[in-house]
């Protein structure tokens, strides 16, 4: 029987100096290249050069283990990362990329051994004259969520240049932003700071805090630990600054519901800039790429739309918010888009030469609504099987939107619904919001939008330069719109049931789907 320690030796080639309480002396290669080889050689690489059979699809790719180049660390920027560092890593995962969490899917033993099988695969970790030391770090100060604390923090934003690649409202749109490249030459987006439960490293104001200090090495995200020692700004400001992005964030992830409640208004909205529209619950509804049907995409530039919407008894108005940080076609954005297309591979053996692709949105319902679960594939339908679907492109001019019906992905059928829409792109973000008649003449074809019914709904999205058209697209599955009646909240209760059992089924079926690869599971 080999012991953990003798296995160690072998394979590092070194001898760790005999500390009973180090937890290197628990960890075991030999068991850790097993679970390696098991759950995480099919994205990182046998060899750990994060070239495993599905690194091509992702980006950003899976981490080369063989350079020891490590995003989330507590070390300074260039150093190694600690074990604690890596721990959290394979514990947590990495939020916004494909590295998933193992905590719940691996024992303690297994991500410890697993965490140094992957030290292995580069010498750096074998040179013990080298020490990994942890950045020393101050405690936040507090009233963080002050105008002073927020107002310093923005200052700082400004002077240091965060808004050449987060852009001057931290959506990742700065002028530098289509030029991006991490050290491996793949295009990199710079973060949407609205976004913090997609950062690598944790969304609180302290995680940002060290992301400041340490960068993220191999991305164009550097270290301002340098600033602080050149006294460019004191470490109480640094924290300011993070305290400030961490405002751009709502304060609690959003949670995806299941129905958009559309209240009951005098008068509808149009305009997307509509003071309204405050006043009216928003729903985030996350996307994902579309990954069933050929060309398939695995690289969504839209992680998900926030919903409202609100009908005055005879017109509904819905506003779509997402952040892009493209206004397509833009062709500084061309090249970026070009790389996204050659980097993320798909089935098609030569990747597609960038266009300059339009942005798009497209809105579906069923064309009827039905008593029972049934709903159309919630891929845009199928031949027999069709869908009503709202389009709107930011081009060509000033852009267009369609009403028709989709048969499947590849066909659209344009109907003369009256639909209008409204658009607006700002700082990262497009507003759009369509309005629609309740009930139509052809009812063989528009879906009637009742109140007080369970209207499925789904959603689309397209960022042209990031490559996106046709197939290459992000997803969502099948939600609910409810339009709400001036009558006690009691005669919802039962068609808000019928909505949450048909719900767990939609989530189901794109499980199944995406197994399957299958069209027509929709049902
Ligand atoms: C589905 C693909 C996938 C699997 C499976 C996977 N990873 Fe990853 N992993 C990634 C991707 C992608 C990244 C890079 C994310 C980024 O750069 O933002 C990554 C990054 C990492 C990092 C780098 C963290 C840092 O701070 O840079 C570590 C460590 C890691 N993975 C460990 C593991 C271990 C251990 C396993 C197996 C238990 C595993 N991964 C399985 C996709 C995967
Ligand atoms: C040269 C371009 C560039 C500059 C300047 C820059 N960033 Fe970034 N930043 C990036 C990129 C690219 C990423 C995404 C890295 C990735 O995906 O791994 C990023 C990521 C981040 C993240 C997410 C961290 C995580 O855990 O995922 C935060 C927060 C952030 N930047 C804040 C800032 C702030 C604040 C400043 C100014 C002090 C700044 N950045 C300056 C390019 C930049």
């Given at each position: 029987?080999?012991?953990?320690?003798?296995?160690?030796?072998?394979?590092?080639?070194?001898?760790?100096?005999?500390?009973?309480?180090?937890?290197?002396?628990?960890?075991?290669?030999?068991?850790?290249?097993?679970?390696?080889?098991?759950?995480?050689?099919?994205?990182?690489?046998?060899?750990?050069?994060?070239?495993?059979?599905?690194?091509?699809?992702?980006?950003?790719?899976?981490?080369?283990?063989?350079?020891?180049?490590?995003?989330?660390?507590?070390?300074?920027?260039?150093?190694?990362?600690?074990?604690?560092?890596?721990?959290?890593?394979?514990?947590?995962?990495?939020?916004?990329?494909?590295?998933?969490?193992?905590?719940?899917?691996?024992?303690?033993?297994?991500?410890?051994?697993?965490?140094?099988?992957?030290?292995?695969?580069?010498?750096?970790?074998?040179?013990?004259?080298?020490?990994?030391?942890?950045?020393?770090?101050?405690?936040?100060?507090?009233?963080?969520?002050?105008?002073?604390?927020?107002?310093?923090?923005?200052?700082?934003?400004?002077?240091?240049?965060?808004?050449?690649?987060?852009?001057?409202?931290?959506?990742?749109?700065?002028?530098?932003?289509?030029?991006?490249?991490?050290?491996?030459?793949?295009?990199?987006?710079?973060?949407?700071?609205?976004?913090?439960?997609?950062?690598?490293?944790?969304?609180?104001?302290?995680?940002?805090?060290?992301?400041?200090?340490?960068?993220?090495?191999?991305?164009?995200?550097?270290?301002?630990?340098?600033?602080?020692?050149?006294?460019?700004?004191?470490?109480?400001?640094?924290?300011?600054?993070?305290?400030?992005?961490?405002?751009?964030?709502?304060?609690?992830?959003?949670?995806?519901?299941?129905?958009?409640?559309?209240?009951?208004?005098?008068?509808?909205?149009?305009?997307?800039?509509?003071?309204?529209?405050?006043?009216?619950?928003?729903?985030?509804?996350?996307?994902v790429g579309q990954v069933i049907r050929k060309p398939r995409w695995f690289a969504p530039a839209v992680s998900g739309v926030w919903v409202q919407a609100v009908h005055d008894g005879k017109t509904l108005a819905l506003r779509v918010t997402w952040d892009d940080r493209s206004k397509s076609p833009d062709s500084t954005w061309l090249p970026f888009a070009q790389r996204v297309v050659e980097s993320v591979a798909d089935d098609d053996s030569t990747p597609p030469k960038a266009?300059?692709?339009?942005?798009?949105?497209?809105?579906?319902?069923?064309?009827?609504?039905?008593?029972?679960?049934?709903?159309?594939?919630?891929?845009?339908?199928?031949?027999?099987?069709?869908?009503?679907?709202?389009?709107?492109?930011?081009?060509?001019?000033?852009?267009?939107?369609?009403?028709?019906?989709?048969?499947?992905?590849?066909?659209?059928?344009?109907?003369?619904?009256?639909?209008?829409?409204?658009?607006?792109?700002?700082?990262?973000?497009?507003?759009?919001?369509?309005?629609?008649?309740?009930?139509?003449?052809?009812?063989?074809?528009?879906?009637?939008?009742?109140?007080?019914?369970?209207?499925?709904?789904?959603?689309?999205?397209?960022?042209?330069?990031?490559?996106?058209?046709?197939?290459?697209?992000?997803?969502?599955?099948?939600?609910?719109?409810?339009?709400?009646?001036?009558?006690?909240?009691?005669?919802?209760?039962?068609?808000?049931?019928?909505?949450?059992?048909?719900?767990?089924?939609?989530?189901?079926?794109?499980?199944?789907?995406?197994?399957r690869g299958t069209a027509r599971v929709g049902r």
């Amino acid at each position: 029987m080999i012991s953990p320690l003798a296995a160690l030796v072998a394979i590092v080639g070194f001898a760790p100096a005999p500390r009973p309480s180090s937890p290197v002396l628990l960890q075991d290669t030999t068991r850790g290249k097993a679970v390696y080889v098991k759950w995480c050689a099919g994205c990182h690489g046998e060899t750990g050069a994060g070239d495993g059979p599905g690194a091509t699809a992702m980006l950003p790719r899976p981490r080369n283990f063989t350079g020891a180049v490590y995003k989330i660390r507590s070390t300074a920027s260039g150093q190694l990362p600690t074990d604690a560092d890596l721990l959290r890593a394979i514990d947590e995962g990495l939020p916004g990329s494909a590295m998933p969490a193992w905590n719940t899917r691996l024992s303690d033993a297994e991500r410890r051994n697993v965490l140094a099988y992957i030290k292995t695969f580069s010498s750096f970790f074998a040179d013990t004259s080298q020490h990994i030391v942890a950045l020393k770090y101050s405690s936040e100060p507090g009233s963080g969520t002050g105008d002073a604390a927020l107002k310093t923090g923005r200052q700082f934003y400004d002077s240091i240049g965060c808004r050449k690649c987060h852009g001057d409202q931290g959506r990742g749109d700065g002028p530098s932003a289509p030029t991006l490249k991490d050290d491996a030459g793949f295009p990199i987006y710079a973060a949407d700071l609205h976004q913090n439960w997609r950062f690598r490293g944790g969304a609180s104001a302290a995680d940002i805090y060290r992301r400041l200090r340490t960068g993220l090495d191999g991305t164009p995200m550097p270290s301002f630990s340098d600033l602080i020692d050149q006294k460019f700004l004191t470490d109480d400001q640094l924290w300011r600054l993070a305290q400030y992005v961490r405002s751009l964030s709502p304060a609690e992830a959003p949670e995806v519901r299941d129905v958009i409640h559309a209240p009951q208004v005098a008068a509808v909205p149009a305009s997307p800039f509509d003071s309204a529209w405050a006043r009216v619950s928003s729903y985030w509804f996350p996307l994902v790429g579309q990954v069933i049907r050929k060309p398939r995409w695995f690289a969504p530039a839209v992680s998900g739309v926030w919903v409202q919407a609100v009908h005055d008894g005879k017109t509904l108005a819905l506003r779509v918010t997402w952040d892009d940080r493209s206004k397509s076609p833009d062709s500084t954005w061309l090249p970026f888009a070009q790389r996204v297309v050659e980097s993320v591979a798909d089935d098609d053996s030569t990747p597609p030469k960038a266009e300059l692709w339009p942005d798009q949105l497209a809105v579906q319902f069923p064309r009827h609504l039905s008593d029972g679960m049934e709903r159309p594939y919630f891929l845009m339908g199928g031949p027999t099987d069709p869908v009503y679907q709202w389009r709107w492109a930011s081009a060509p001019g000033a852009g267009r939107v369609l009403a028709g019906v989709a048969r499947g992905i590849d066909r659209f059928d344009t109907l003369t619904t009256a639909l209008a829409a409204q658009v607006t792109y700002d700082d990262g973000q497009w507003r759009l919001v369509f309005t629609r008649a309740l009930a139509t003449p052809d009812t063989a074809d528009e879906v009637q939008l009742e109140a007080g019914r369970a209207i499925p709904v789904a959603f689309f999205a397209w960022d042209g330069s990031s490559g996106e058209h046709g197939s290459r697209m992000a997803v969502s599955t099948w939600y609910f719109l409810a339009l709400d009646r001036p009558t006690p909240p009691s005669v919802f209760i039962s068609p808000v049931l019928a909505m949450l059992v048909t719900l767990g089924l939609g989530l189901v079926v794109i499980r199944r789907a995406q197994r399957r690869g299958t069209a027509r599971v929709g049902r």
